[in-house]
């Protein structure tokens, strides 16, 4: 009896292993290729389009920001589309969210004044936290649960993919055929992946093998909504999450026009930002293993300090070719970062209620939204400069790092989720 129950045992993780070979890469695919088109078109291109559309409408650098401030908007809707997907499935979700983008894109042609900006910049960030981060947490969580750290890695390296690729075919389709032009085809390629994300996606393992039921089974435990919220834990993860959260609008839109501002050319500053994206590649794997032998809140805390160092020589030696010193230290902590944040909500509230927990938790990146690119815009209308703005970014990452200290995992998740998810969170605690 003890054998057959060995066997058995055997036939299940061979079968989970099958499962996570076949339909699991499916969905890291469909992740990988998400992440890359958002994040890429709307975060990391968005410099390329700063001077086509102040010299086209005359908007000033702080009109154009405040449209990032928007982002709020997305990070305020992200409960609502978490417990959509706790609800109704990834699917959907993602779907809808990918067409939003589209719609966003397509329309940006036909802009006549600011306000115009400001509304597509709205549908754009609305549909964030459902094609990117969201989908990404819940679904590589319940696909791998003993591998989730590497895995999440490998699929939100689509992020930094974008990264790479998509400042620089901006900048040539914009050099070529002008800006409205690029941001017709952003809207294709978007409507393309919410497609795919529509055809492939599958939410749920558990209706494959008996072997996947019963390995996620345990995996789907995890704090209630109350039991975060009203946990310390929450609050500093919440506070964690916001200083972190500093890098995507105050630093990383700000890349390419800090450069040229510097001195750089657009191509030049463009290939920089797509080297730092080529190593955030790099740290998303890296950190993500990380994950899997250390408590995610000491790795988060790890990536911040790297990124204080990163801002301090972008600031030091903008106009030296010592500033490539930056990529390998800013890129590889800026691409875990996004891996860190989905684990950290993991190991600390588990997956049970995931979708609505990291939802409210996205809700910290509203503030971040809000006052970065304005105070970015403000400081460099003001100096001239982008500088004095990533120093105040540093100096919240290291607020950051404080606030992180508190955000212990919550007992009542239970030795199941620990053996699944993050054996090693019982022994840092």
Not at 229 to 235: A, N, Q, V
Not at 325 to 340: D, E, F, K, N, R
Request: glycine fraction near 10%; aromatic fraction near 12%.
């Amino acid at each position: 009896m003890a054998q057959n129950s060995i066997l058995d045992t055997t036939d299940s993780n061979r079968t989970e292993k099958n499962n996570e070979s076949k339909y699991g890469w499916a969905i890291v695919a469909v992740i990988f290729a998400s992440m890359g088109v958002a994040i890429g078109t709307g975060q990391y291109a968005f410099g390329v389009f700063v001077e086509p559309l102040e010299a086209h409408y005359g908007w000033s650098r702080i009109q154009i920001n405040t449209s990032l401030s928007f982002f709020a908007i997305g990070s305020l809707s992200a409960p609502l589309v978490g417990r959509l997907m706790d609800k109704i499935g990834t699917k959907p979700v993602m779907g809808a969210s990918l067409i939003l983008f589209s719609i966003s894109y397509l329309l940006r042609p036909f802009m006549t004044n600011i306000f115009h900006w400001y509304l597509v910049s709205i549908v754009q960030f609305v549909g964030m936290p459902g094609s990117a981060m969201l989908p990404a947490g819940k679904l590589i969580g319940a696909w791998f649960p003993k591998r989730t750290g590497r895995m999440l890695g490998i699929s939100m390296m689509g992020a930094n993919f974008g990264g790479v690729i998509m400042p620089i075919f901006a900048s040539l389709l914009v050099s070529s055929y002008g800006w409205q032009y690029t941001y017709t085809t952003f809207g294709f390629l978007c409507l393309a992946t919410a497609l795919g994300a529509l055809f492939f996606i599958k939410d749920d393992p558990l209706s494959t093998t008996s072997g996947i039921k019963k390995s996620n089974k345990t995996v789907q435990n995890g704090a209630t909504v109350r039991q975060a919220l009203h946990s310390r834990s929450f609050y500093a993860v919440v506070l964690g999450v916001m200083a972190a959260s500093f890098t995507y609008q105050s630093v990383l839109t700000q890349i390419i026009p800090h450069l040229q501002n510097e001195g750089m050319t657009i191509k030049s500053a463009s290939a920089f930002l797509g080297v730092v994206a080529a190593f955030g590649m790099l740290g998303k794997i890296a950190f993500g293993i990380l994950t899997e032998r250390l408590a995610s809140r000491y790795v988060l805390m790890i990536a911040l300090l790297f990124q204080i160092l990163g801002l301090v020589i972008l600031v030091s030696v903008p106009t030296s070719n010592l500033v490539w010193i930056a990529t390998p230290i800013y890129g590889m902590a800026l691409g875990g970062t996004g891996v860190i944040m989905a684990i950290l909500a993991q190991q600390t509230f588990g997956l049970k209620h995931f979708g609505t927990i990291f939802g409210l938790i996205n809700m910290a990146t509203a503030a971040s939204a809000l006052l970065g690119p304005i105070m970015v815009g403000a400081t460099f209308d003001t100096t001239g400069s982008y500088r004095f703005a990533f120093v105040i970014v540093a100096f919240i990452f290291g607020l950051g790092i404080l606030f992180l200290r508190k955000a212990t995992p919550i007992v009542q998740i239970g030795q199941d989720l620990a053996e699944n998810t993050v054996s090693p969170i019982t022994k840092i605690g």
